[in-house]
């Protein structure tokens, strides 16, 4: 094998290590976000259900 060849060889391997890293990341931003989107649902909902407490006493 070539010196050309072994460079590209390794290059090929440390971008895909990269990209499985890079994809990770996305996996825990995706899960991330999950959570935050739950959490703001429950507020909303808490919000509503509050509201709709305090326009039923008046």
Request: aromatic share 4%; glycine share 4%; net charge negative.
């Amino acid at each position: 094998m070539s010196i050309h060849q072994d460079i590209k060889g390794e290059n090929i391997t440390k971008l895909n290590q990269l990209l499985k890293e890079i994809y990770r990341f996305i996996e825990a931003l995706e899960e991330q976000v999950r959570e935050d989107i739950h959490c703001c649902n429950q507020d909303v909902e808490v919000d509503a259900m509050t509201t709709a407490e305090g326009q039923n006493s008046k």
